[in-house]
């Protein structure tokens, strides 16, 4: 188990940028951002796997937003440029610290622990 903290959030306008963080108190295999907006689910945005670097992007956040690691911090972050108003959420940092045989990641429960969250708010 690792304790993660998240950080960065805040209120920008379109067409804005912001960068979130996270840092983690141990390593992982794999870490990643969800997002959910008030009303909605948790969705996946975006995940980085640490051996590797290899990353992945949900279609809406696709050459706007850019996940990158610090192995020797264990910290990720995640850029957002051209932020739009649906951007907005509280976004959350996962961690998957449990080793499992599959190439799964943008699913909830493909992560073991989670952050407390950090509101981005993008006004029009």
């Known amino acids: 188990q690792v304790q993660l903290v998240e950080s960065g959030g805040g209120l920008v306008q379109a067409g804005g940028s912001l960068r979130l963080t996270c840092a983690a108190s141990g390593g992982t295999f794999l870490m990643g951002w969800f997002r959910q907006a008030p009303g909605k689910e948790r969705e996946f945005v975006a995940a980085?796997?640490?051996?590797?670097?290899?990353?992945y992007y949900s279609d809406s956040v696709k050459g706007r937003f850019t996940i990158s690691s610090n192995n020797a911090k264990n910290t990720v972050y995640l850029q957002m440029n051209s932020l739009k108003p649906e951007d907005t959420a509280v976004y959350f940092c996962?961690?998957?610290?449990?080793?499992?045989?599959?190439?799964?990641?943008?699913?909830?429960?493909?992560?073991?622990?989670w952050g407390q969250g950090t509101q981005v708010t993008v006004s029009s």
């Open positions: 996962g961690a998957r610290t449990q080793i499992r045989f599959n190439g799964h990641y943008s699913q909830q429960g493909d992560y073991d622990d």
């Open positions: 980085t796997r640490w051996s590797g670097g290899l990353t």
